[in-house]
């Protein structure tokens, strides 16, 4: 079974930073693509980023400039730097990994439990 598990999420005061950590385990034989996504009261679940194998990566217009998403192929981690925080990015940020998990399988989407991120004064 594959496994993401997410870290990094708090309270922060506008303009301030975050760091967001997905890390991806269990039975994986590639990864082609990590990312985020978030939900805020209310509204339905949006992109922010994803990184692909190759490392091209897509941004929600709403962040770009002010996330960077990386990805550490060795550990099976995807990060989302986050600056200049603004209460709009107030949400619950989900991992989103395409995982194929053996060479006999084909590729599955996986989702991480969510980790809360508010930006309030």
């Known amino acids: 079974q594959v496994q993401l598990v997410e870290s990094g999420g708090g309270l922060v005061q506008p303009g301030g930073s975050l760091r967001l950590s997905c890390a991806a385990s269990?039975?994986?034989?590639?990864?082609?693509?990590m990312g985020w996504y978030r939900q805020a009261p209310g509204k339905q679940r949006e992109l922010v980023a994803v990184?692909?194998?190759?490392?091209?990566?897509n941004y929600a217009d709403s962040v770009k400039g002010r996330f960077t998403i990386s990805r550490d192929n060795a550990k099976n981690t995807v990060y989302l730097q986050m600056s200049s925080l603004k209460p709009e990015d107030t949400a619950v940020y989900y991992c989103?990994?395409?995982?194929?998990?053996?060479?006999?399988?084909?590729?599955?989407?996986?989702w991480g439990q969510g980790t809360q991120v508010t930006i309030s004064s």
């Open positions: 990184i692909r194998s190759g490392d091209s990566t």
């Open positions: 269990g039975r994986i034989f590639s990864i082609n693509a």
């Open positions: 989103y990994a395409n995982i194929r998990p053996s060479l006999r399988v084909y590729e599955f989407d996986y």
